[in-house]
């Protein structure tokens, strides 16, 4: 299960710092913006994952979820958790998160293995923390979350639109598949 997840991780993590070097890993793109006055303690808790942009690391999987704890010693526990299709069985990746600049500013470092961090800008929240936007070092990462396995449709149309008029390509969006019934 974790080996999965762990293998695309380290391949991703090492080809990211290869070609870009460690500080953009970390970067948030042009023209984002991360929420500012966040909560972190209201962030905390089980989001599904709505959509993404495909990569290897979530290739084939269906009921995606993060859960996010606070981590002993200070910063956030990651845990992600999803349905490898193929494989019949669930995949999981424990991680590690902490802020870049200060817990009010949703731009965070997340990493999966060793040394190596991704960036995690939350640049759309509802006042609720209900949904949020999140996107990492390039418009080449992007997830819709939910509390909530489903969204409506004007929630999805909202994200289509302001995904969209900032640059992200819509088109390649994957919806997860969130009812999948799997034991």
């Known amino acids: 299960m974790k080996r999965h997840w ?5 391949v991703a993590g090492i080809a990211a710092f290869g070609f870009t070097g460690l500080n953009s ?3 948030v793109p042009e023209g984002i913006k991360p929420v500012t ?3 972190q303690q209201k962030y905390l808790g089980k989001w599904y994952e709505i959509a993404r942009l495909d990569h290897r690391f979530e290739r084939g999987l269906s009921n995606v979820s993060a859960e996010y704890s606070v981590k002993d010693g200070g910063g956030i526990k990651v845990l992600n958790r999803g349905y490898e299709d193929e494989k019949g069985e669930w995949s999981e990746a424990e991680g590690k998160a902490y802020f870049v600049d200060s817990p009010d500013k949703a731009h965070l470092k997340v990493s999966f ?3 190596f961090y991704g ?3 939350v640049f759309e929240l509802d006042g609720d923390y209900q949904y949020s936007y999140v996107t990492g070092n390039s418009r080449d990462y ?3 979350l939910s509390r909530t396995p489903t969204i409506t449709a004007e929630q999805k149309q909202a994200f289509l639109k302001k995904t969209k008029d900032l640059g992200f390509d819509t088109d390649a969006l994957i919806f997860v598949d969130q ?3 799997v034991k």
Not at 6 to 10: E, R
């Open 142 to 144: 992007l997830w819709f």
């Open 6 to 10: 762990i293998k695309l991780v380290v």
């Open 37 to 39: 006055g966040f909560n």
């Open 119 to 121: 960036s995690y800008v």
């Open 113 to 115: 293995f060793g040394p």
């Open 179 to 181: 009812e999948k019934n």
């Open 25 to 27: 890993c970390t970067s």
